[in-house]
């Protein structure tokens, strides 16, 4: 059985940095494809980032040059390390586990089997 368990957020000034981690048990990070979502109040889903099985990554537009997925075959785990953040990225982040080893449809939540139970990320002054 697939868990994930996210850990990492917290509070931080505009321009500061939060690094988030999800620790995966029952299935293997670089054999998969990973990614990050991400939930504000009243807002859908949305896909921020995802690492292939092979280490390549993805990210949307929004997050592009602050934010690095990485994975860490060492802890079986995945990392976002978000800098520069900004008021619009207050939200609660997810990890979750996708069915293959590349991310074809990264963007979908659908494509995702299993789900971390979020880390809450607020960037306030």
């Known amino acids: 059985q697939v868990q994930l368990v996210e850990s990492g957020g917290g509070t931080v000034q505009p321009g500061g940095s939060l690094r988030l981690s999800c620790t995966a048990s029952?299935?293997?990070?670089?054999?998969?494809?990973m990614a990050w979502f991400r939930q504000a109040p009243e807002k859908e889903r949305e896909a921020i980032a995802a690492?292939?099985?092979?280490?390549?990554?993805y990210y949307t537009q929004s997050v592009k040059g602050r934010f690095r997925v990485s994975q860490d075959t060492a802890k079986n785990s995945v990392s976002l390390q978000m800098d520069t953040l900004e008021a619009e990225d207050t939200a609660m982040y997810y990890c979750?586990?996708?069915?293959?080893?590349?991310?074809?449809?990264?963007?979908?939540?659908?494509?995702?089997?299993?789900w971390g139970q979020g880390t809450q990320v607020t960037v306030s002054s």
């Open positions: 979750a586990v996708g069915d293959g080893y590349y991310c074809r449809e990264w963007r979908n939540p659908s494509a995702f089997r299993s």
């Open positions: 029952g299935v293997t990070v670089d054999i998969t494809c």
């Open positions: 690492i292939s099985g092979s280490g390549g990554t």
